[in-house]
Nanobody, 111 residues
Framework: QVQLVESGGGLVQPGGSLRLSCAAS????????MGWYRQAPGKRREMVAT???????NYADSVKGRFTIARDNAKNTVALQMNSLIPEDTAVYYC?????WGKGTLVTVSS
């Protein structure tokens, strides 16, 4: 059974930074594509960033140049470093792999 557990959300001021982490178990992590999605209030869930087992990354246009996804295959974790945060980044962020989702962690960007 795949388990994805997010951590690192919270409240941050505009222009600030946060780092999200996802601990994965129950899957062949090193060859699995991992990703982060988000869902803002009243909006559809959207892809933020993905990373393949080989390290190829893909980002939503709205976060390019501000967010970085990285994986640690030794620790079965995937992280999302978020810089220059803006209020529009406020959402619940979900870790994803294949058909599995974490429970999400809330990121609020507000002054």
């Amino acid at each position: 059974q795949v388990q994805l557990v997010e951590s690192g959300g919270g409240l941050v001021q505009p222009g600030g930074s946060l780092r999200l982490s996802c601990a994965a178990s129950g899957l062949l992590f090193s060859i699995s594509t991992m990703g982060w999605y988000r869902q803002a209030p009243g909006k559809r869930r959207e892809m933020v960033a993905t990373i393949t087992g080989g390290g190829r990354t893909n980002y939503a246009d709205s976060v390019k140049g501000r967010f970085t996804i990285a994986r640690d295959n030794a620790k079965n974790t995937v992280a999302l470093q978020m810089n220059s945060l803006i209020p529009e980044d406020t959402a619940v962020y979900y870790c994803w792999s294949g058909n599995s989702w974490g429970k999400g962690t809330l990121v609020t960007v507000s002054s």
